[in-house]
């Protein structure tokens, strides 16, 4: 899908740091895919290249397959949306799928980092560069949990941004992010790494 757009300064000159995608599954639809998620067991979330001490957190990996396909379909066609739209990455795709949870009995967080991997110290699973970061938010702020606002930087002072439940933000992989500690209550997300060849 190639999107043309009525405003093509904005395409042509602007790089948005985010952009979101509301509304993009009902309600039933957040429900099943937080039950498909559930499902799976959860690890201590580990860190590539890091301390662990920077993230508090459960997660899962989860292979793109047969059973999730109704959703991973809808994202992937958001992800080619906003992707021409506002950033026109060069991608291939993505073959797994991150499940989050941040725990507020242990404050749960994520301190600030990027996902683009640098370095030679790259995962052997990762084939290519992350270059396309995307955050579904699965349980809804201040009645699920409290605290654990997404945060960016397009400068040394981060921007705290308060997501709705169900709702996408897509963003450069090299760009620094995290979730500030969760105060109580449970924070469930899905994460995903789009790839594609290096930066040129």
Known sequence: MTLISNNPYEVNKI?????YVDNLFTEDELTAILDYCSSKELNRSNTV???????ISSNSFNDVDAENAWFIRKIN????S??????????????????????GSENGKYDAHTDLIMGSAKPTYMLDTR????TILLSEPDKEFTGGDFFI???????S??????QMIFFPSFMLHGV????????????????GPKFK
């Open 77 to 80: 066609e958001a992800v080619v």
């Open 131 to 134: 270059k396309l970061s995307v």
């Open 180 to 195: 500030k500690p969760v105060l109580s209550g449970v924070r469930k997300s899905i994460v995903i790494w789009v790839e």
């Open 153 to 159: 930087h397009q400068s040394a002072e981060a921007t």
């Open 49 to 55: 290249n890091s301390d662990n001490k920077v993230r």
């Open 82 to 103: 906003v992707n021409d739209r506002f950033y026109g990455f060069d991608l291939y795709g993505y073959s797994f799928f991150q499940y989050a949870e941040y725990d």
């Open 161 to 166: 941004l308060k997501m709705s439940k169900g």
């Open 15 to 19: 790089t948005e740091p985010w952009a």
